[in-house]
């Protein structure tokens, strides 16, 4: 439901939506699985709000050969298959008017000029502005030879427009490799001009855990090491790596998705509050968390890492890691990994932070769990609190998303027994306007030159400095644990957080 249709808005708020002025969107991967699923029906949905301009143009760079009459068509396929707005015609219409496809191979120089041509053709015919963004969806071994060209074509002077360049995860696959990225994207882009994309800072309900923390009274004064016990951190998913083989085998979940998203839900956890919501504020506050955080110093006690072997998952039978299309039968890449991190702040010394992920677990469920140390005393006796657990401060990041209270409440009866029960707030009840998709959300920040969602390459590098060690040391690991599809990981995740005395949330 539009701001306009929504019944519950003060008529007094006049705040205009947000919409992107003249611009044009180069994607490189324009065939890759990302830009299919996600990018082109993120632009599609934009346009759809009607958030996209007039004057706008979508240009395609791949290597693979596709005749330029059929690319549109390709385009209009993915939209249509993914969009979560509904299909209209001539909102297709226009946004095809603005359609090009540029075949070619990154290091082929005659591409490149023939981009160049289509970009100042866009600007003249379509009315594009002159500012263009350059999508990067492609593996990181490709961005300095696209980087390059970009700046050798002449493509990165601002001097009709703006020149804007966007990055997709993984930045690098270790700190070294990181920094070499960053250098040669700020060889050629201004610091202000680089967006790195970790699509999760895209989601409401991430971008809610800075409302819910700092929005209200109530939660700050108990968020530290005074009152908090533990915090955990998960990221389950029930699908496995599909067609992922190729970019998924060596990388593996940390690299995957531990190194960015997780860590980022830890800093917005973690940090102290912004002096405002601007980039270069929250970047300070993030950055203090991820420079004083830690693994904790007993890798093989306090980190935990599995492959999935066959088993039942959403209700098939599937199969294991190893026999997925194109995984070679000895990887000992993993599809699920934990690691107790430690921040030494004032605020949260002595409080682990938990993080998890993995492929084909239980179900498919994001969300961060600050779990409370036990009242100090309680004047109960102790069948009656026997069923009573820690509190706990639950925000469900995703598929449904809000936040749950766990407190302890009497069970109705004549005996003093109290029970955990839970209050909830969700998203589908409390509010008529749906959630855009993240990509929507940091696409429209891209061309509307808003920075605060994305990572500056500081970071990055801190994220990469945090799990290297981990990483090293599952290196030098010859064989990997096993869990069954469909459960919640290896045992040794469970030994994990056993040794701290605790146990993991079944979400
Ligand atoms: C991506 C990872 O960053 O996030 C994928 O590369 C993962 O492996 C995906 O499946 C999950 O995203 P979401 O938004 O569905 O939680």
Known sequence: MSRAANPLRDPRDRRLPRIAGPCSIVLFGVTGDLARKKLIPAIYDLANRGLLPPGFGLVGFARQDIPADEFPELIREAAKAGARTPWRDTVWNQLAAGVRFVPGEFDDDAAWERLAATMQELDEQQGTGGNHAFYLSIPPAQFPVVVQQIERHGLAEEDTGWRRVVIEKPF?????????????VAAVFERHNVFRIDHYLGKETVQ?????????????????????????????????IGTRAGYYDGI???????????????????????????????????????????????LDAHTARGQYVAGWAGGELVRGYLEEDGIPTDSTTE????????VATRRWAGVPFYLRAGKRLGRRVTEVAVVFKRAPHQPFSKNDVEELGQNAIVMRIQPDEGVTLRIGGKVPGTAMEIRDVLMDFAYGGAFVENSPEAYERLILDVLLGEPPLFPQHEEVELAWQ????????????RTIDTYTSGTWGPTSADAMLARDHRTWRRP
């Not at 945090?466 to 690991?477: E, G, M, R, S």
């Open 335 to 342: 599809t699920f990994a934990a690691v107790r991190i430690d």
């Open 466 to 477: 945090i799990l290297d060690p981990v990483i090293d040391y599952w290196a030098k690991q």
């Open 208 to 240: 809610n855990i800075l409302a819910f923390r700092f929005a209200n009274q109530m939660f700050e004064p108990v968020w530290n090491s005074h009152y908090v016990d533990h915090v955990q951190i998960t990221m389950a998913e029930d699908i496995g």
């Open 252 to 298: 593996g979940a940390a690299r995957d998705v531990i190194q960015n998203h997780l860590l980022q839900l830890m800093a917005l956890v973690a940090m102290e509050e912004p002096v405002s919501f601007n980039a270069e504020s929250l970047r300070i506050e993030k950055q203090k968390i991820l420079a004083n955080a830690r693994p904790a110093p007993r």
């Open 172 to 184: 690098g696959h270790d700190l070294a490799s990181a920094r070499e990225l960053n250098t040669a």
